[in-house]
């Protein structure tokens, strides 16, 4: 993805409109809000470490600052950067409050030409994809749903995998299963899409692809356990022999493409660094401590819309985050709770999580909501993420510097996109297909370098390194395919 390490040298030349005292649902004349047990803020944003406070005039009822006071209402201990914005200008891509709170247009990155939208729809291509391994020692089950769309056709939810892929346990993929490296399955396997394979492919037991399969290497198999309803398309001869291939086979070179875009990661720290310098933290009296400051008590806020800039997520007790508008979520540290941590959005709501360090996660987790995760998206930069408790994900899991290790059972509303992927016990993803469809501020012509660049409705990265619309599938970023209109969509359903 081109630009991702670059985006944010423009920082000073851009700034973002003045945002939210009006537009996102403040009913009160004066103040923002109220603080919770953690302290009261005025409408400057200064918060004071007093107990308690009246319910908040805003959307929401309680707006929060911890402690301490800053000139220009640079509220809580060290004080939230203050938005740099003014006026009605700054950023074009901003359709301004009013629409933003509505829920309207693209959240636009500060300093950079590209929304958040543009990059949740380029990296949350597959229910699961892994930057190097896939280790499955319990069962796997994945499908898809349309949050936006209940009576859409599915294309089932993909796995993608850039290095060896092994399941020990029964596993159905409803979607494909794109493995660059080798696979190996000891136990009934069932994949609804392609399956391709770039190397050797050790089948034990009793295996069903129902479309076309595509193997690289060696086929291992004593007694012809792996059935292809489709065609099988192989480089050596003898893997025809070796298989159940209904539709024939075809011998000759294969192209195996890497499946998740694991070179050009998101610059997580860059987007943070951003928000840290355009935010609404001062005009929702949001102090950037707020949910570090009282690790030792119970936390829970209330936020309306807006773009907030937090030194981290810190507590040994509770805490809980209640969004009302759409919102982003920059954290200049690390997420460590000891309690349960919850993280949940009212029906106008969605969130864009940023995390620059590592995430700890050792009770229980809700995050986003299960019934659209396409709404939530959550990108973590640092390279530990523990989830030791129950955690229930209804969001898109960007983690591509940490493995997801899961020891106990794992079911995802949404996607996962991690360094590596090992599980213990089972693990279920449901993809939400509505999010290749959320709104970004892309334009058509952007250059690009391969298609990870590019975005509907021009999703090919062209031979003058434009993008344009595509021709055929092998324009697409698997496992998308090519339309007659030249859009890169989900395969539809077998």
Same mark, same amino acid.
């Given at each position: 993805?081109?630009?991702?390490?670059?985006?944010?040298?423009?920082?000073?030349?851009?700034?973002?409109?003045?945002?939210?005292?009006?537009?996102?649902?403040? @009913? !009160?004349?004066?103040?923002? $809000?109220? #603080?919770?047990?953690? *302290?009261? /803020?005025? =409408? %400057?944003?200064?918060?004071?470490? &007093?107990?308690?406070?009246?319910?908040?005039?805003?959307?929401?009822?309680?707006?929060?600052? @911890? !402690?301490?006071?800053?000139? $220009?209402? #640079?509220?809580?201990? *060290?004080? /939230?950067? =203050? %938005?740099?914005?003014?006026?009605? &200008?700054?950023?074009?891509?901003?359709?301004?409050?009013?629409?933003?709170?509505?829920?309207?247009?693209?959240?636009?990155?500060? $300093?950079?030409?590209?929304?958040? *939208?543009?990059?949740?729809?380029?990296?949350?291509?597959?229910?699961?994809?892994?930057?190097?391994?896939?280790?499955?020692?319990?069962?796997?089950?994945?499908?898809?749903?349309?949050?936006?769309?209940?009576?859409?056709?599915?294309? *089932?939810?993909?796995?993608?995998?850039?290095?060896?892929?092994?399941?020990?346990?029964?596993?159905?993929?409803?979607?494909?299963?794109?493995?660059?490296?080798?696979?190996?399955?000891?136990?009934?396997?069932?994949?609804?899409?392609?399956?391709?394979?770039?190397?050797?492919?050790?089948?034990?037991?009793?295996?069903?692809?129902?479309?076309?399969?595509?193997?690289?290497?060696?086929?291992?198999?004593?007694?012809?356990?792996?059935?292809?309803?489709?065609?099988?398309?192989?480089?050596?001869?003898?893997?025809?022999?070796?298989?159940?291939?209904?539709?024939?086979?075809?011998?000759?070179?294969?192209?195996?493409?890497?499946?998740?875009?694991?070179?050009?990661?998101?610059?997580?720290?860059?987007?943070?660094?951003?928000?840290?310098?355009?935010?609404?933290?001062?005009?929702?009296?949001?102090?950037?401590?707020?949910?570090?400051?009282?690790?030792?008590?119970?936390?829970?806020?209330?936020?309306?819309?807006?773009?907030?800039?937090?030194?981290?997520?810190?507590?040994?007790?509770?805490?809980?985050?209640?969004?009302?508008?759409?919102?982003?979520?920059?954290?200049?540290?690390?997420?460590?709770?000891?309690?349960?941590?919850?993280?949940?959005?009212?029906?106008?709501?969605?969130?864009?999580?940023?995390?620059?360090?590592?995430?700890?996660?050792?009770?229980?987790?809700?995050?986003?909501?299960?019934?659209?995760?396409?709404?939530?998206?959550?990108?973590?930069?640092?390279?530990?993420?523990?989830?030791?408790?129950?955690?229930?994900?209804?969001?898109?899991?960007?983690?591509?510097?940490?493995?997801?290790?899961?020891?106990?059972?794992?079911?995802?509303?949404?996607?996962?996109?991690?360094?590596?992927?090992?599980?213990?016990?089972?693990?279920?993803?449901?993809?939400?297909?509505?999010?290749?469809?959320?709104?970004?501020?892309?334009?058509?012509?952007?250059?690009?370098?391969?298609?990870?660049?590019?975005?509907?409705?021009?999703?090919?990265?062209?031979?003058?390194?434009?993008?344009?619309?595509?021709?055929?599938?092998?324009?697409?970023?698997?496992?998308?395919?090519?339309?007659?209109?030249?859009?890169?969509?989900?395969?539809?359903?077998?």
């Amino acid at each position: 993805m081109m630009g991702h390490k670059t985006l944010f040298s423009l920082l000073a030349l851009v700034a973002l409109p003045t945002v939210l005292a009006a537009a996102c649902g403040s @009913s !009160g004349a004066g103040s923002t $809000g109220a #603080a919770s047990s953690t *302290g009261a /803020a005025s =409408s %400057s944003g200064a918060a004071t470490g &007093g107990a308690g406070g009246q319910a908040g005039a805003g959307v929401g009822g309680e707006f929060v600052g @911890s !402690g301490g006071s800053g000139a $220009g209402g #640079a509220g809580g201990m *060290g004080g /939230a950067p =203050s %938005s740099s914005s003014s006026g009605t &200008g700054g950023n074009p891509l901003d359709a301004g409050l009013d629409d933003f709170c509505m829920g309207k247009g693209a959240i636009p990155i500060p $300093g950079s030409g590209e929304c958040t *939208g543009d990059i949740g729809k380029k990296t949350f291509l597959f229910a699961a994809c892994s930057c190097t391994g896939f280790d499955a020692n319990n069962t796997v089950v994945t499908d898809s749903f349309s949050s936006i769309d209940p009576n859409k056709p599915l294309a *089932g939810g993909s796995i993608g995998v850039n290095g060896n892929y092994s399941a020990q346990a029964a596993t159905s993929i409803k979607g494909a299963l794109l493995v660059k490296g080798s696979m190996s399955t000891t136990n009934q396997h069932d994949v609804v899409q392609a399956l391709q394979c770039g190397g050797n492919a050790t089948i034990s037991h009793v295996a069903l692809a129902q479309n076309d399969a595509t193997i690289g290497g060696t086929v291992n198999s004593s007694n012809k356990e792996l059935t292809i309803q489709g065609k099988l398309f192989t480089p050596i001869a003898e893997n025809t022999a070796k298989v159940n291939a209904l539709g024939g086979s075809v011998v000759g070179p294969v192209d195996i493409e890497t499946p998740c875009n694991c070179d050009d990661p998101v610059d997580v720290a860059g987007i943070v660094q951003a928000f840290g310098g355009t935010n609404d933290n001062d005009e929702n009296g949001v102090a950037a401590d707020v949910l570090v400051a009282n690790p030792s008590m119970p936390t829970e806020i209330t936020l309306p819309c807006g773009r907030y800039f937090l030194s981290g997520i810190k507590s040994d007790s509770t805490v809980t985050v209640h969004l009302t508008g759409r919102t982003v979520l920059a954290i200049d540290g690390d997420i460590a709770v000891a309690g349960k941590l919850t993280i949940d959005l009212s029906d106008a709501a969605e969130l864009d999580l940023f995390v620059k360090g590592n995430v700890a996660l050792t009770n229980q987790a809700a995050i986003g909501a299960i019934t659209r995760p396409a709404a939530t998206r959550v990108y973590i930069g640092g390279a530990q993420v523990a989830l030791a408790g129950q955690f229930v994900l209804g969001a898109n899991l960007y983690m591509p510097n940490a493995a997801l290790q899961a020891s106990n059972e794992l079911e995802v509303y949404g996607s996962v996109f991690a360094k590596s992927i090992s599980t213990a016990h089972q693990f279920k993803v449901h993809y939400d297909e509505a999010i290749i469809t959320i709104n970004g501020c892309q334009p058509p012509d952007s250059a690009c370098t391969d298609c990870h660049d590019c975005v509907n409705p021009t999703p090919a990265c062209g031979p003058g390194g434009t993008c344009g619309p595509c021709s055929t599938d092998k324009d697409c970023c698997p496992p998308l395919v090519c339309t007659p209109n030249g859009t890169c969509v989900l395969p539809p359903p077998k």
